[in-house]
């Protein structure tokens, strides 16, 4: 039965490009057909329980199938397979669009309800289950220079993830709209790029923030080798602790951290950055975000890669951070930025695939890439994207118009 039922989504998925599939029992079948721009790839599954696992929860069932060996590459790679199934109904297809039936909307009420509340203690744990598993792993992936891991920005003639990722802090610095003398606080640091760079560039004195032991200890020591370690300041600590400090910023900017926050603590971060930010202060907020309404984290993403954390939409985002009077005085969506970059994180995986099973294993490998190649069709064919958005808490503390913006980036990149 879950063989056939498998068959049969796979006949009505598969239009463009081919899968060739071979069951367990050795019973091979091809769907879709040849077309430019979309591959050809061809599977097996080792056991008979693999199309029941797929049934039961897709995206968690392929990703273990695929993990465990069970669910075989034979021809074309797990990025070329998933763009395959994603590429096929894109996000933004065309059609009818009708209301969710009433099964569909309970199930996304109850996942909501279920969706963690990330306490303290909470958040410690799941910011360490993803960014303690080693410093190692992300210089083999990252840019080298600022270590990003977060959505570069690609504007025309950037070819390389490190020009990419440079423009990225550029793009985000010029939003800040900085000044010497200024306090700048980073929220969710990482390994201290954007630290490190603003303190690099302007007279201000930068305080990053981050749960992760791992990044702490490696921020400090690019501070240190970069020459900014005077001026550059790295905690551990909450976001919620911070405010408890007295202590006030004229500029906040938080890079792909907002995605750890969880849902129920919106208004929470909010407040908190409300309070922190001076009453003439700007702050930048990037982030990924939903293109469509509010949706739920899938079960691989919470078990494996992010506990905790949750994509929000534009809406609930703005919600949330209206009720702290924070006006958003600029908002830029990212369409395809995140994908490229995705795809040379990707690739860098790709060239260091033995350094990488040599420092965990083939599971961990197939896991890790898995992650990759399903955040990347996220991009290109999903509901994903990234926003920046601008705050303010005055309405004069920021020019008229955004051409300040241009001239502080072209300021700032490289000719």
């Known amino acids: 039965m879950s063989k056939r039922l498998v068959a049969r989504f796979l006949e009505s998925t598969v239009r463009e490009g081919t899968l060739s599939v071979r069951f367990a029992d050795g019973d091979e079948r091809t769907f879709g057909k040849s077309s430019d721009g979309f591959p050809d790839i061809a599977i097996a599954f080792t056991d008979a329980k693999v199309p029941r696992d797929i049934l039961l929860d897709p995206r968690i069932g392929a990703g273990e199938a695929f993990m465990d060996g069970r669910l075989v590459i034979e021809r074309g790679g797990i990025m070329d397979l998933v763009q395959l199934l994603r590429s096929n ?12 039936r009433l099964a569909q909307r309970l199930k996304n009420r109850a996942a909501f309800a279920i969706e963690s509340v990330n306490n303290r203690i909470g958040s410690r744990r799941n910011v360490s289950h993803h960014y303690d598993i080693g410093n190692a792993l992300y210089r083999l992936m990252l840019d080298p220079e600022h270590m990003q891991y977060s959505c570069a920005y690609w504007p025309e003639g950037v070819t390389t993830l490190c020009e990419a990722q440079e423009a990225k802090l550029a793009h985000i610095a010029a939003k800040l709209a900085l000044a010497d003398g200024q306090n700048v606080l980073d929220i969710g640091c990482g390994w201290g790029g954007m630290a490190i760079y603003l303190a690099s560039k302007f007279d201000v004195r930068v305080t990053g923030i981050t749960l992760s032991q791992e990044q702490l200890a490696l921020a400090r020591e690019r501070a240190v080798s970069a020459g900014v370690a005077d ?3 790295f905690d551990l600590v909450d976001y919620r602790d911070v405010p408890a400090r007295g202590q006030r910023f004229d500029r906040i900017v938080s890079v792909g951290m907002f995605e750890h926050v969880g849902r129920p603590q919106f208004e929470t971060f909010f407040r908190c950055c409300a309070n922190l930010l001076a009453d003439d202060g700007v702050m930048l907020l990037h982030t990924i975000g939903r293109f469509g309404g509010p949706g739920t984290t ?7 890669i992010f506990p905790g954390g949750y994509i929000p939409a534009l809406s609930e985002t703005l919600a949330a951070s209206e009720k702290s009077r924070l006006i958003h005085s600029d908002i830029e969506t990212l369409r395809l930025h995140y994908a490229r970059t995705l795809r040379a994180w990707y690739a860098n995986c790709e060239a260091n695939r033995d350094a990488i099973l040599a420092m965990y294993d083939e599971r961990f490998y197939r896991m890790w890439t898995f992650y990759l190649a399903g955040a990347t069709a996220a991009f290109e064919w999903g509901s994903m994207g990234n926003y920046q958005i601008q705050y303010v808490r005055s309405r004069h503390a920021i020019p008229l118009t955004r051409d300040y913006i241009a001239g502080a980036e072209a300021s700032l990149r490289p000719i």
Do not use: C, I, N, Q
């Open 231 to 233: 001026r550059v300041t």
């Open 298 to 304: 899938d079960a691989f993403t919470r078990k494996y």
């Open 89 to 100: 109904k894109p996000w933004e297809r065309g059609g009818v669009l009708r209301a969710p």
